[in-house]
């Protein structure tokens, strides 16, 4: 009994603060609409006679309260209703949603005394969903109980309570956050010049960071399926043609990834990295998880349980959340314009295009899904998950645009730092202590694109060298490219231009000496054979001969196109291929007549079609040369070790996917009290083991958490569909 009525003050109590939040939250927005209604003259709280100030301070309460119930009651059944609709049409639709709120309750008021113009209705309710959110946080900032439930409301989730035998501490949990396309100089760059002050704060004490390496193929799909599922085997590239099933698969769409993940798992027989009440947000794939939001290989699923917008559902049910963040998108989307403009009045360069859609691409990486993930994984800590892992896509987007380095990209990083800083602050709420892991997957290398500094594509070129008919615009360039030029560049400009004079004069070289004959029939066969495919994955490319049903030697594309190869290898913007061969296996061609057998290949050569590429060159190439669906030819573009630059064979000035430069030295930065992993880490699939042994070390008697939602009724399940953001692609 007298543990019951020591009990009952401290209830009293807390009801007596949670009442002196309400009220005070209604006098503010009172006080706002009085303010508003003085302010704008289509925003009326008054009668057509006019009214006393205490009749027109009773019709703004009346107002505020309205207009608070209905946002309580009311939006969030919106916003579920909306789940179909188009992530980028959510957010440009939260205003007008909200200013129809607005009107309702304004209509509630007694005897007609509100009114507002429509467009005059969206900025009130904007204006008053951010005052009440702003007061409503400031109150609860000063009571960490009030504080805490907020979070919990924002985030969609119930207090939980940890379980653990004989009433010991619960064992942390880890957040895997993933800045995505964040190289290790950039984030060391960035700490020193003191755009990310929460990582500084982390180096100077609680963490430790170290660079690694990775596989050939520097690219979101291939290094996260490593990351997470252990194995990401046979990805050769961003996208590749997959001639036995004449599949072409593209990382980032939903069929592919699905795909790709069911084929690491029955590759490993393991589900994942979070296959113990796990978590995955934002990601191309699940690593097990159950809970999971926005992840790529399971909007391929359908169903009641998987509409595609589901995830947003935790985060826009709260109007001042959805203000805010639609605010912010249109905010973005007209920064990108602003600094695009600026870009082409200076000249910069190298440069991009950056119109069409491109700055709600932008708005909707650095936005919306920034804002979201964040709620879902401060939702995970709250619910007190285990493992958890996010990725965070935003400077990979700008990157690909602006350049891996630069004021666009400076602004992202200090606000994902600001984000990191949110989430630290939560975990300090947390039902369990948490340890918080920053890595990415790859970096970027910057560069003038192919297609900029040569006047032609990858594609072109391969056509010029197969015979093919190509555009006028690639002829022409032949024509500039072969005036007189002053300056450095002139030898590779005009080696570029010889190489593609040889194959558009003449594609058969060889005619000369095989006999004129010979040459008709080599060029009856290329003439009836399938045109290739060739795909781009940054600065790495692929050429595949779809009419042949395995991986074409050397000696085949000799017989069948002669000039391909030279024209390629000589190029001075391919800094090497891989072709398979009858005689040596597989070679590695170059420039100058350079061909290596893949076995021969030696790792930190000074000399050779790899030097200059860095360690584990070599490496990284004789592994993808045993993949069953690695190309017939294998493109990476040149590599200059003294600027860092590399030639895009997308519409991208920082670029990944193949090797050279920062785009293969991603990071790994971890609390001190974990294992240091090995000093060399190379590849995802080490990563994944040093992630699994961090898990391994929070082990102990887990029981899983009281409020642990059923699978039956995890809204968390239904992740994003349809377009997907432009930032994976290379």
């Known amino acids: 009994m007298g543990e019951r009525r020591g009990r009952t003050p401290g209830r009293w109590r807390s009801a007596g603060r949670a009442l002196f939040r309400v009220v005070t939250v209604w006098a503010v927005s009172t006080l706002t609409l009085l303010v508003l209604a003085a302010l704008l003259p289509d925003f009326q709280l008054q009668s057509a006679d006019g009214d006393s100030v205490t009749r027109t301070a009773l019709t703004a309460a009346w107002g505020a309260g309205a207009f608070a119930l209905l946002g309580a009651l009311v939006w969030p059944l919106i916003v579920r209703a909306l789940l179909l609709v188009p992530a980028l049409l959510l957010g440009l639709l939260v205003f007008f949603l909200n200013g129809s709120l607005l009107l309702v309750a304004l209509w509630l008021i007694p005897d007609g005394r509100g009114a507002a113009a429509p467009e005059t209705a969206v900025v009130v309710a904007a204006v008053m969903s951010a005052v009440a959110s702003a007061t409503s946080t400031a109150l609860a900032v000063r009571d960490d109980e009030a504080y805490r439930r907020r979070l919990y409301r924002l985030t969609d989730r119930k207090r939980p309570r940890i379980v653990r035998e004989g009433g010991a501490e619960p064992v942390p949990g880890i957040v895997f956050l993933q800045l995505d396309g964040v190289g290790h100089r950039v984030l060391c760059d960035a700490v020193a010049d003191g755009r990310m002050p929460t990582v500084a704060d982390w180096l100077a004490g609680s963490h430790t960071l170290a660079p690694w ?24 590239a961003f996208r590749w043609y997959e001639k036995d099933t004449g599949r072409l698969m593209v990382s980032n769409r939903p069929a592919s990834a699905v795909e790709l993940q069911r084929r690491a798992v029955a590759r490993t027989g393991d589900g994942g990295l979070l296959t113990f009440d796990g978590a995955s947000r934002g990601n191309l794939f699940s690593g097990g998880a159950d809970q999971l939001a926005l992840v790529l290989s399971m909007a391929a699923r359908r169903g009641r349980r998987n509409r595609s917008r589901a995830g947003y559902f935790a985060y826009f049910s709260d109007p001042a959340n959805a203000v805010r963040t639609a605010g912010s998108f249109v905010a973005e989307a007209c920064r990108e314009i602003l600094q695009s403009v600026r870009a082409r009045l200076r000249r910069v360069s190298p440069r991009v295009s950056r119109g069409g859609l491109y700055p709600f691409v932008r708005a909707f990486a650095t936005v919306v899904e920034r804002d979201v993930v964040v709620a879902a994984v401060m939702g995970d800590m709250l619910a007190g998950r285990t493992a958890v892992y996010a990725d965070l896509v935003a400077y990979d987007e700008v990157a690909h645009h602006s350049g891996p380095q630069g004021p666009d990209t400076d602004q992202v990083l200090a606000r994902l730092d600001r984000a990191i800083a949110l989430i630290a602050k939560v975990a300090e709420h947390a039902p369990r202590p948490y340890r918080i892991v920053l890595l990415s997957d790859h970096g970027q290398s910057p560069g003038e694109t192919f297609e900029s500094a040569y006047g032609l594509t990858l594609r072109d070129l391969v056509r010029a060298g197969c015979g093919l008919p190509v555009p006028r615009r690639v002829r022409r360039s032949r024509r500039r490219h072969s005036r007189p030029e002053s300056g450095g560049g ?13 194959a558009l004069h003449r594609p058969l070289d060889t005619a000369d000496e095989e006999g004129e004959e010979g040459a008709e029939a080599a060029a009856v066969a290329a003439a009836r054979a399938p045109e290739p495919v060739v795909l781009a994955s940054g600065n790495l490319g692929l050429v595949s001969f779809p009419g042949v049903p395995h991986r074409m030697t050397r000696e085949e594309i000799d017989r069948l196109h002669p000039a391909l190869l030279p024209t390629l290898a000589r190029h001075p913007g391919i800094g090497f291929l891989l072709v398979a061969s009858e005689e040596h296996g597989s070679v590695v061609l170059a420039r100058d007549g350079v061909e290596v057998p893949v076995a021969e290949l030696a790792d930190g050569a000074a000399e050779g079609p790899l030097a200059g590429f860095g360690p584990g060159a070599a490496a990284a190439v004789r592994r993808t040369d045993g993949f069953p669906h690695v190309a017939d030819i294998m493109v990476n573009s040149m590599y200059d070790p003294a600027t860092g630059t590399v030639h895009a064979f997308e519409e991208q000035i920082g670029s990944h996917g193949g090797l050279g430069g920062e785009q293969g030295r991603p990071f790994l930065l971890w609390p001190r009290e974990l294992a240091a992993p090995p000093d060399d880490l190379v590849g995802a699939e080490q990563v994944h083991q040093v992630l699994r042994g961090w898990l391994r070390e929070s082990e102990g008697p887990q029981v899983p958490l009281e409020i642990s939602p059923s699978k039956s009724g995890a809204e968390e399940l239904l992740p994003v569909d349809g377009p997907v953001v432009r930032d994976k692609n290379g």
């Open 213 to 236: 390496r990775t596989d050939w193929s520097s690219q979101t799909g291939a290094s996260q399926l490593g990351i997470l599922h252990g194995s990401n085997e046979d990805v050769p």
């Open 490 to 502: 002139s030898e590779a400009r005009d080696a570029a231009r010889d190489a593609l004079r040889s």
